[in-house]
C-alpha cells in the first residue's frame, strides 16, 4: 500500500535559517504530491503540489521538487520566519483514490526570533 | 464565509454517550472527507462520500456513521464512545478532477473530542 515518511521533529531553527524537511513515499503508479501545513488551533491548508515526475511546487517562499528516482519530495525553504512555525505534513495521492490523502506523521517546526 | 465548517469546535462527553459532528462546505465540491487526527498529530482518513455516496470506508469501528444528506453536508455519528475515540476529527473536501489523485482537499478548522 501507499505510504509517506517524513524526518522526525520537532525541528527548532533560528528566523533566517535555512529549511529541509524531508519526505519519501512509497506508491504504486504515479502519485501526487502534497505538502500541507497546520497552524497552531487551525486545519491544515494546501502548501504545494507536484503532480508529474520532476515537477517543482513552490508558494510562500517553500518549494519541493517530485523526485520519483528516489522516491522523496523534501520541502526547503531559504529563510524562515517566526510566523512559519507550525505543523508540517507530505501527503500522496494516488491517481484513482478520489483525492484520498496518505500522510506522513507531520512535523512540528518552531522558528525563534 | 467559512469554506469547510465544522460544529462543535470542542466536545466533551462520558464514556458510552452517542454524539454527532457536522460538516457542511459551501465549495460546490463533489467530494467530502472525514479525517482522524490522533494526539500525536497523525491523520488517518476514515470515510469518503462522492456526490453522497459513500466510496471510501477505511477500517473503522462500525459504531461510526457517516451521514451525507445532499453534496454539502457530511456529519459523522458515534455511538458507545470510548475513550481512544478522543481525537480531533477533520472535515475536508474536494473537486473531483482528472486524475483526481490531483485534487487539493479544503479542511475545515477541526473538531476536538474528548471522551471522559
Known amino acids: 500500500g501507499n505510504s509517506v515518511t517524513q524526518m522526525e521533529g520537532p525541528v527548532t531553527l533560528s528566523e533566517e535559517a535555512f529549511l529541509t524537511i524531508n519526505c519519501t513515499y512509497t506508491?504504486?503508479?504515479?502519485?501526487?504530491l502534497f505538502w500541507y501545513v497546520q497552524y497552531p488551533g487551525e486545519g491544515l491548508q494546501l502548501l504545494l503540489k507536484a503532480t508529474k515526475a520532476d515537477d517543482k511546487g513552490s508558494n510562500k517562499g517553500f518549494e519541493a521538487t517530485y523526485r520519483k528516482e528516489t522516491t522523496s519530495f523534501h520541502l526547503e525553504k531559504g529563510s524562515v520566519q517566526v510566523s512559519d512555525s507550525a505543523v508540517y505534513f507530505c501527503?500522496?495521492?494516488?491517481?484513482?483514490?478520489?483525492?484520498?490523502?496518505?500522510f506522513g506523521q507531520g512535523t512540528i517546526l518552531t522558528v525563534h526570533p | 464565509d467559512t469554506a469547510v465548517s465544522q460544529t462543535p469546535k470542542y466536545l466533551v462527553t462520558q464514556m458510552g454517550n452517542d454524539k454527532s459532528i457536522k460538516c457542511e462546505q459551501n465549495l460546490g465540491h463533489d467530494t467530502m472527507y472525514w479525517y482522524k487526527q490522533d494526539s500525536k498529530k497523525f491523520l488517518k482518513i476514515m470515510f469518503s462520500?462522492?456526490?453522497?455516496?459513500?466510496?471510501i470506508n477505511e477500517t473503522v469501528p462500525n459504531r461510526f456513521s457517516p451521514k451525507s444528506p445532499d453534496k454539502a453536508h457530511l456529519n459523522l455519528h458515534i455511538n458507545s464512545l470510548e475513550l481512544g475515540d478522543s481525537a480531533v476529527y477533520f472535515c475536508?473536501?474536494?473537486?473531483?478532477?482528472?486524475?483526481?489523485?490531483?485534487?487539493?482537499?479544503?479542511f475545515g478548522a477541526g473538531s476536538r473530542l474528548t471522551v471522559l
Open positions: 475536508a473536501s474536494s473537486q473531483t478532477t482528472a486524475p483526481s489523485g490531483a485534487n487539493v482537499l479544503t
Open positions: 462520500y462522492n456526490n453522497k455516496e459513500l466510496i
Open positions: 501527503a500522496l495521492s494516488g491517481g484513482t483514490s478520489y483525492g484520498k490523502l496518505t
Open positions: 506508491a504504486t503508479g504515479y502519485p501526487s
